[in-house]
């Protein structure tokens, strides 16, 4: 949303086409912030989030109708990352009431309405790094001062 707001194009890792189950933060926190008051969760791990995978290049494009934007996508270097992650929600569903989460829609379009409200902001650059070798390109900016390969 940063990018759209500062008139850049999305980057987007490898061609997008990895999947994640993206959430709403008011579909997640309240379930947490709960939790303590539910007998038999102390001390177990719950998956708390989305069922609903969807591409990140699919995300991409739902940002950019949000902001009623033509997409414009530059494509980096696919990075060493699992290509699906979503998991079950099967557990956390035995001990909590959950409501029905927000679409990806609405929960972008919540999102860009406070993104919105705060406006954009300007990225600053990594320093005081020791070490840059395998940094993501997208990572790296516009700064070429001689870092270690």
């Not at 099967?90 to 993104?115: C, H, I, Q, S, Y």
């Not at 954009?120 to 900016?141: H, M, N, Q, Y």
Request: charged share 20%; glycine share 10%; with cysteine.
């Amino acid at each position: 949303m940063n990018q759209v707001m500062n008139g850049q194009p999305l980057t987007i890792f490898g061609d997008g086409s990895q999947t994640r189950a993206f959430s709403y933060i008011d579909d997640v926190a309240p379930v947490i912030a709960g939790s303590i008051d539910v007998p038999g969760t102390s001390g177990e791990v719950f998956n708390i989030g989305a069922d609903q995978p969807y591409s990140v290049k699919e995300l991409a494009h739902v940002v950019c109708a949000t902001f009623q934007v033509e997409p414009e996508i530059i494509h980096l270097p696919e990075r060493n990352e699992v290509q699906h992650a979503y998991a079950s929600h099967d557990k956390v569903r035995r001990f909590f009431d959950l409501a029905n989460p927000a679409t990806l829609e609405v929960g972008v379009g919540r999102m860009a309405r406070w993104a919105g409200e705060v406006g954009a902001r300007t990225t600053e650059e990594f320093s005081g790094v020791e070490i840059w070798k395998d940094f993501p390109e997208g990572w790296l900016g516009s700064v070429t001062d001689g870092r270690a390969e």
